[in-house]
């Protein structure tokens, strides 16, 4: 560089007009360009887009294949869930039978709505030969083998605690959640 162009005020002045000459370039150029008439043509080009879209012509076939799909995943969506979480038998399904309350149980288990499992069929059966006992007595006070000639006395609320010890033994001693 040449001395004189070392000099700050020729550099300061210099500086000064280059740049105002840039800035009344750029100035003239922008209102050069006719804004109003590029912003109508992109307004146009948006609304003439979205107008095109919405007049886009559907067949109807297109329509229900789409909502065949949907079903169809849908469908398939369940069944692998479902399955995931119902297909694994719960452990507890094997203890079907106990000793409590000076009898001999038997029950079965119910599959409710919800995937869950209830206790049904609850009996009590003989100690000796495993025949469902049968209620009797007077006053339905008595449970008798008809095999074994045996009976019983009997009471109906054991029926329930047995059941209750028999949840109970489920909660302790098999897995949590079934
Ligand atoms: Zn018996």
Redesign the pocket.
Known sequence: MKKWAKNPWVLGIGTTVIGGVLLSLLLDWIQGIDWLSTFKNVMRFIFNGVVSFLNFEIKVWWLLIAIAIIVVGLFVVAKISGSQSNNIPPTFLQYTKDYMLGYSWEWTYSKMYDGKYTISNLHPV?T????RLKQGGLYGTEME?L??N?TQNWEDSVEYDAQLLIEDNIRKNYSQNQ
């Open positions: 003989c000796k030969c495993g025949m083998c095999r074994c045996t």
